[in-house]
Antibody, heavy 115, light 107 residues
Framework: QVHLVESGGGVVQPGRSLRLSCAAS????????IHWVRQAPGKGLEWVAV????????YYADSVKGRFTISRDTSKNTVYLQMNSLRGEDTAMYYC????????WGQGTLVTVSS | DIQMTQSPLSLSASAGDRVTISCRAS??????LAWYQQKPGKVPKLLIS???TLQSGVPSRFSGSGSGTDFTLTISSLQPEDVATYYC?????????FGQGTKVEIK
């Protein structure tokens, strides 16, 4: 059974960093691209970043480009989102999901950027 | 970058009504279009991929159509359990942008 479990969220001050993890089970991330999607409180879905099944291609939304980095550890079947220079507008629930069309989603991890 | 525009952003209809949601891409995306349903406090659920392919287990009252720049999600007979926000997403290439969402309510 496919599962995605996010972790690493929390409260962080503006300008600081946070690393989110997305642990996959029931499939191997070398067969599927994984992407991150976020949702600010009361707002819509915003696509953030994707890493391809072979790890060779990584793409980012303009809103996070240069600040966020997506990576993976195939030995742990886990994808990461390193978030640097965090801003208030990065406050959101962060979901990882299988590459779109996304039939599998995690439950999300909440990131709050506040002083 | 290609923009995805949904309309309307909200609607209220009676149970049994036919509901149509539009999603327009600013450039052609072929049929690389997915529709998701998100109920309050829940994770998004994939309803339709490739513009018109209904996912397994999704009620047949949901259907999708379109290609290129204009796409439609139709609920043929709105049910109370369909109260949710619906999103389209392009996935032909990055950025894999979502539409703004359409909130569907029951009158």
């Amino acid at each position: 059974q496919v599962h995605l479990v996010e972790s690493g969220g929390g409260v962080v001050q503006p300008g600081r960093s946070l690393r989110l993890s997305c642990a996959a089970s029931g499939f191997t991330i070398t067969n599927y691209g994984i992407h991150w999607v976020r949702q600010a409180p009361g707002k819509g879905l915003e696509w953030v970043a994707v890493i391809s099944y072979d790890g060779n291609n990584k793409y980012y939304a303009d809103s996070v480009k240069g600040r966020f980095t997506i990576s993976r550890d195939t030995s742990k079947n886990t994808v990461y989102l390193q978030m640097n220079s965090l801003r208030g507008e990065d406050t959101a629930m962060y979901y990882c999901a299988t590459r779109p069309p996304s039939d599998y989603w995690g439950q999300g991890t909440l990131v709050t950027v506040s002083s | 970058d290609i923009q995805m525009t949904q309309s309307p952003l909200s609607l209220s209809a009676s149970a049994g009504d036919r509901v149509t949601i539009s999603c327009r891409a600013s450039q052609g995306i072929g049929n690389y279009l997915a529709w998701y349903q998100q109920k309050p406090g829940k994770v998004p659920k994939l309803l339709i991929s490739a513009a018109s392919t209904l996912q397994s287990g999704v009620p047949s009252r949901f259907s999708g159509s379109g290609s290129g720049t204009d796409f439609t999600l139709t609920i043929s007979s709105l049910q109370p359990e369909d109260v949710a926000t619906y999103y389209c997403q392009k996935y032909d290439s990055a950025p894999k942008t979502f539409g703004q969402g359409t909130k569907v309510e029951i009158k």
